[in-house]
């Protein structure tokens, strides 16, 4: 399995401010997504990262809101812009690996939005 | 749409407890199946899948079984301990993605 890890772990905002999550994996992998787990929920995937090209998003997710990056095959960003009080939340990274169906995931980042 | 139904939590057992933790599917096609855990503020890691009917999934005293006639795929483990505390996700793949179920939190006491 691919080692996975998330930057920053943690973080507190202000309202109106934009935070970037960096995601870092240890090996190229083909599939890179980016997932919500608001308090005491189950995860909602926010887009697939895709290397050289735009992000796919999710219904209800837009890419003014949470910009995505992924300039190679082991890195993405995703950035939460503008930010309230309803995104507090954890954000994971995840990664799936070609000919591969499950998904290894990040230690996510705990984000507070006061 | 595709959908993955896990058992309301939270499960409150004594250790060296039976653990069931029910979970169904939506039966459009013949999915991959994963059980995830998610210890105390740490990300989720996959525990056990299942890629086919009939398959049994185990890791770490966990099994689950692909059972396609009931579009099920229950986690269960015979003797639980202190340290399997934590939430459990049955998820199902779905076109390359993968659906949650909602989680099922597990407390166990000694």
């Known amino acids: 399995s691919a080692v996975i890890s998330q930057k920053p772990s943690r973080d507190i905002c202000q309202r109106g401010t934009s935070l970037t999550i960096q995601c870092q994996v240890d090996?190229?992998?083909?599939?890179m997504f980016w997932y919500r787990q608001q308090p005491g929920q189950s995860l909602t995937l926010i887009a697939t990262a895709n290397q050289g090209s735009e992000a796919t998003y999710e219904s209800g997710f837009v890419i003014d809101k949470f910009p995505i990056s992924r300039p190679n095959l082991t890195f993405s960003t995703l950035t939460v812009s503008n930010m309230s009080p309803e995104d507090s939340s954890i954000y994971l990274c995840s990664v799936r690996a070609s000919g591969r169906n499950e998904q290894y995931f990040g230690p996510g980042t705990r984000l507070t939005v006061t | 749409g595709d959908s993955v139904t896990q058992m309301e939590g939270p499960v409150t057992l004594s250790e060296e407890a039976f653990l069931t933790i029910n979970c169904t599917y939506t039966a459009t096609g013949y999915p991959s199946l994963f059980w995830y855990v998610q210890y105390p503020g740490e990300g989720l890691q996959l525990l056990l899948k299942a890629t086919k009917a009939d398959d049994k999934g185990s890791n770490k005293g966990f099994e689950a079984t692909y059972r396609k006639e009931t579009t099920s795929f229950h986690l269960e483990k015979g003797s639980v301990q202190v340290s399997d505390s934590a939430v459990y996700f049955c998820?199902?793949?779905?076109?390359?993605?993968?659906?949650f179920g909602k989680g099922t939190k597990l407390s166990v006491k000694p």
């Open positions: 998820a199902r793949g779905s076109q390359g993605n993968l659906i």
């Open positions: 090996s190229q992998v083909t599939m």
